[in-house]
T-cell receptor
Framework: RKEVEQDPGPFNVPEGATVAFNCTYS??????FFWYRQDCRKEPKLLMS???SGNEDGRFTAQLNRASQYISLLIRDSKLSDSATYLC???????????????FGKGTMLLVSP | DAGVIQSPRHEVTEMGQEVTLRCKPI?????LFWYRQTMMRGLELLIYFNNNVPIDDSGMPEDRFSAKMPNASFSTLKIQPSEPRDSAVYFC?????????????FGQGTRLTVV
């Protein structure tokens, strides 16, 4: 089982649509959760952290369900500029090192059309 | 701050040649990561350092890969000898580790093609 799983997409939506991304993780000891955004041929960049109580940043809402080991990202009123790949990221302590590191899902591609 | 700086941006080399990728992390960051990204496998962690010490290199594919961090401002990833299956984008990222791991900042990557 993959450590972090996402629907690969692509999701094709019109401008103004609401789109939701889902992510599941396998390690129940996971500590921190993030959504990163990666534009074509660019590096990943942090979009937002995900907090246990859920959090919102403008048109973006992230939610965490620890019991189900599930993370979501909701984008409202999508814009053309939202077209990118969205990466779910989880951190957890590795057994052999005692340090935590970032584990990435493979990402979900979003294409917003006029 | 200039962010994480990687060089070269692009590298095309022949099979069997040695390839060295370079990274300068953000000043003040004490964790450094090397990732490899391909369409098939996504972003894979190769190795990470904390305070210049390699912590976990279990993601390094084989002995042809090696990484060093001689000081807090420089790291290298070396492939010797290179093979066509090593073709990928290699990212370096840095982060500040305190009570946990904070946001990781990525360099622009090195696009490696081995022919």
């Amino acid at each position: 089982r993959k450590e972090v799983e996402q629907d690969p997409g692509p999701f094709n939506v019109p401008e103004g649509a609401t789109v939701a991304f889902n992510c599941t993780y396998s390690n129940s000891a996971s500590q921190s959760f993030f959504w990163y955004r990666q534009d074509c041929r660019k590096e990943p960049k942090l979009l937002m952290s995900v907090y246990s109580s859920g959090n919102e940043d403008g048109r973006f809402t992230a939610q965490l369900n620890r019991a189900s080991q599930y993370i979501s990202l909701l984008i409202r009123d999508s814009k053309l500029s939202d077209s990118a790949t969205y990466l779910c990221v989880v951190t957890y302590l590795t057994m052999n090192s005692g340090y935590s590191t970032l584990t990435f899902g493979k990402g979900t591609m979003l294409l917003v059309s006029p | 701050d200039a962010g994480v700086i990687q060089s070269p941006r692009h590298e095309v080399t022949e099979m069997g040649q040695e390839v060295t990728l370079r990274c300068k992390p953000i000043s003040g960051h004490n964790s450094l990561f090397w990732y490899r990204q391909t369409m098939m496998r996504g972003l894979e962690l190769l190795i990470y350092f904390n305070n210049n010490v390699p912590i976990d290199d279990s993601g390094m594919p084989e002995d042809r890969f090696s990484a060093k961090m001689p000081n807090a401002s420089f790291s290298t990833l070396k492939i010797q000898p290179s093979e066509p299956r090593d073709s990928a984008v290699y990212f370096c990222a840095s982060s500040r580790r305190s009570m946990g791991l904070t946001e990781a900042f990525f360099g622009q990557g090195t696009r490696l093609t081995v022919v």
